[in-house]
């Protein structure tokens, strides 16, 4: 299964947020499917997105929901200096 989040280039995140929504996400995703490995990408692009490839419909409900948490819960994972 292979995980790609893309982000609207039309709303900047403030500087090392995709790094770290990367990070974040991946930490969370891979305590639900640990096969998943190194196959996420976040990244900016035309639109906001989630592509699940290789997985059930159940398994990018699931990606959808934890995506949804660790957006909400970015003041708790995100530091700015």
Same mark, same amino acid.
């Given at each position: 299964? &292979?995980?790609?989040?893309?982000? +609207?280039?039309?709303?900047?995140?403030?500087? =090392? +947020?995709? !790094? %770290?929504? *990367?990070?974040? @996400?991946? &930490? &969370?995703?891979?305590?639900? @499917?640990? !096969?998943? #490995? $190194?196959?996420?990408?976040?990244?900016? +692009? #035309? +639109?906001?997105?989630?592509?699940?490839? =290789? =997985? %059930?419909?159940? !398994?990018? $409900? &699931?990606?959808?929901?934890?995506?949804?948490?660790?957006?909400? *819960? %970015?003041?708790?994972? @995100?530091?700015? $200096?």
């Amino acid at each position: 299964m &292979r995980i790609e989040v893309t982000i +609207a280039k039309t709303k900047p995140l403030p500087p =090392g +947020a995709i !790094d %770290a929504l *990367s990070q974040e @996400f991946s &930490r &969370r995703i891979q305590d639900h @499917f640990p !096969d998943v #490995g $190194d196959k996420i990408t976040v990244r900016y +692009a #035309g +639109a906001n997105n989630l592509s699940v490839i =290789g =997985g %059930a419909k159940e !398994d990018k $409900d &699931r990606i959808s929901e934890i995506l949804q948490e660790t957006w909400e *819960s %970015a003041d708790d994972w @995100f530091i700015t $200096d």
